[in-house]
Structure formats: structure tokens, C-alpha cells
């Protein structure tokens, strides 16, 4: 878009509350985590520091109004406004193109002139948001407020993005965890995990008990992994990334040890189990549990946990 069409107006979109609304942080598009925040982010000092979006739950209308300022005093020429309302995902592979899975939209005006600034309040009732926000490593799912102000040569756009959560009944049934990890003659380590679902501020309680121990093990840690699976087969490639890493033991264990974990959730940056979102994206988690003996050799075993939010993870 041309930079002289830029120059010719200003957007500006609120929405209806958003100063008082709860926000949820977003990562910067270097890489780097704004700072999550509620209530009023309004400070200039704050928004330098730190981008934050307001937080929406599925069937909640979404309202507020667009303000078209023309700069200079100039009049402005258009052949319509319209707002939009877009649920998107955007794949880095994709390169810049995104697939619409939600589009609502009005007309704000018809074809005008312009000469002082002007307001325009929209609506949009009780919309399903099926999907929650997500903001990945190669995928993003993206809520946004899209306004278009039509131009003869170049149109002018601006967004303006909220987030969404998915509350969700919690399954039913308790089913716990239990592995092994053995090696012939060598080794044979049992570790069970009371349940294998949890919600994002749970607490997950387990154990490792130790069988057979004839390794030199020199230290043992527990990892939480996030998965990154995008696209289809055979156009399909998986990200991990891993969000903690902690060492539970350190020192030989002897036969009949036993380790005892409790893992609070609450204090890491934790994603919703998510399948086949859209038939785009999945997103799982793993808990990984690795054993380095005194020769840096590494003996692992993940296991997957079902992570879902429910109103309990806010309060």
C-alpha cells in the first residue's frame, strides 16, 4: 500500500470495554513475550514495554465503534467502509497467506466525502469462536477487527486483534499413567502419574520407582514438551519446543528407590491440548522423562498428557 494513501487518514477502532476488559500477552513478532496484563493498559510507558490483546470467550458479542480522521483538513473520497470480523490461521510456510475459517461483516458507509472525522459503531452478536488463539512457532490462529476504507487506487486497512479462550467441560474419568524404562540386565525403572489429563493450573503428583539399577546414573530430569504439528501428510512437519526442564535427581539410585514428583502447572506458559485444528494444526504435550549415565549416554520415555482450560485456570 502506498505510503501518500497512508498519509491521508487516520483509523482509529475501539471495542466496548476494552480499557476494564482482561488481557492476555502475546509474542512480539521477534520472538520476544509481551508482558500479560488486566485491567487498564492504557499508559504510554506500558504499551512500549509490552503488546497485550483483549480477552474474549466463545458466543461473546463483539462491539465497539471505527473513527475515521482525515489528516491536514484534507477531504478524502472514499467508495465505502466496511468492518469486518476475522478468525484466521496464518502458516509461516504459507507465506503471508492465511485461510478465513470465520468472516462477519458491515457496511459502515457508502461512498462519501470526507472533510471531518466521523464514527461508526458495530456489532457483532453472540459470535461462535470455535477455535481458541493460538500463537506458535509455525502457525497462528488470530481473532481480529478488520476495517477497510475503499479507495479508486489503493484501498486503506487497518486490524486490530483480541484473543480467545475455550473453556471446556473437564473430561471424565481418571486414567493414570504408568511406563517402564528397561534395559536388558541393565536397567528397569517404573513411573506412574496419577492421571493423564490436567487442567493448566493443575498439579501433576507421580512417582519413579526403581526395579533394577546396575547403570552408573549420574542425574535424571523431567521435561515438559510442546508439539508443533502443521499441514497434512505428506506436507506435514512437527515443531517441539520445550517449556521446562528440571533435574529430579541427582546420584546413583540404588533398587528399590523411590522418587516421589508433584509438578504445579500454573507457573508455565501452557497451551490446550488441540487436534486437527481446522485440519491445519495440532498441538500436544509430553511429559519426558530422561536418565544420563556417567558416560553421557541419555535413556528416555515421553508420555502424553491431555491439558484443557476451564475457568478454574483464571481464578
Not at 498519509?7 to 482482561?22: A, K, N
Not at 490461521?89 to 459502515?108: V, Y
Not at 493423564?196 to 539399577?213: A, C, M, Q, T
Not at 481446522?278 to 530422561?290: A, Y
Request: aromatic letters at 10%; proline letters at 4%; one cysteine or more.
Amino acid at each position: 500500500m502506498a505510503s501518500f494513501f497512508k498519509s491521508q487518514l487516520d483509523i482509529e477502532i475501539r471495542l466496548d470495554g476494552e480499557d476494564t476488559r482482561t488481557h492476555v500477552e502475546i509474542k512480539q513478532s521477534n520472538g520476544q513475550k509481551a508482558i500479560a496484563g488486566t485491567g487498564n493498559p492504557s499508559s504510554a510507558n506500558a504499551l512500549a514495554r509490552r503488546r497485550s490483546v483483549p480477552l474474549y470467550m466463545d458466543g461473546e458479542s463483539v462491539k465497539g465503534s471505527v473513527t475515521i480522521r482525515p489528516r491536514d483538513g484534507k477531504r478524502l473520497e472514499h467508495m465505502g467502509i466496511k468492518v469486518q470480523f476475522v478468525g484466521s490461521i496464518e502458516q509461516s510456510s504459507d507465506r503471508g497467506q492465511h485461510d478465513d475459517f470465520l468472516s462477519l461483516a458491515q457496511e459502515l458507509a457508502a461512498p462519501a466525502e470526507l472533510r471531518h472525522p466521523e464514527t461508526y459503531d458495530f456489532e457483532f452478536k453472540n459470535v461462535e469462536k470455535q477455535f481458541e488463539s493460538y500463537n506458535g512457532i509455525n502457525v497462528k490462529l488470530r481473532y481480529y477487527v478488520k476495517v477497510t476504507v475503499f479507495r479508486r487506487m489503493a484501498d486503506i486497512v487497518r486490524e486490530k486483534d483480541l484473543w480467545v479462550y475455550n473453556y471446556k467441560v473437564p473430561p471424565e474419568g481418571i486414567s493414570s499413567i504408568k511406563m517402564d524404562v528397561g534395559i536388558e540386565d541393565c536397567l528397569h525403572i517404573e513411573f506412574e502419574y496419577s492421571k493423564s489429563r490436567y487442567h493448566l493450573k493443575d498439579v501433576i503428583v507421580g512417582r519413579i520407582y526403581f526395579l533394577l539399577v546396575r547403570l552408573k546414573i549420574k542425574h535424571m530430569e523431567l521435561s515438559i514438551i510442546r508439539r508443533e504439528t502443521v499441514g497434512v501428510a505428506p506436507n506435514q512437519y512437527n515443531e517441539s519446543d520445550t517449556l521446562v526442564r528440571f533435574e529430579i535427581m541427582d546420584g546413583a539410585p540404588v533398587r528399590g528407590e523411590t522418587i516421589p514428583i508433584r509438578l504445579f502447572l500454573g507457573g508455565f506458559d501452557l497451551t490446550p491440548t488441540f487436534r486437527d485444528v481446522n485440519k491445519k494444526f495440532s498441538i500436544r504435550t509430553f511429559l519426558s522423562l530422561v536418565l544420563i549415565d556417567e558416560d553421557s549416554r541419555r535413556y528416555f520415555k515421553q508420555s502424553e498428557i491431555i491439558l484443557y482450560r476451564n475457568p478454574q485456570d483464571e481464578t
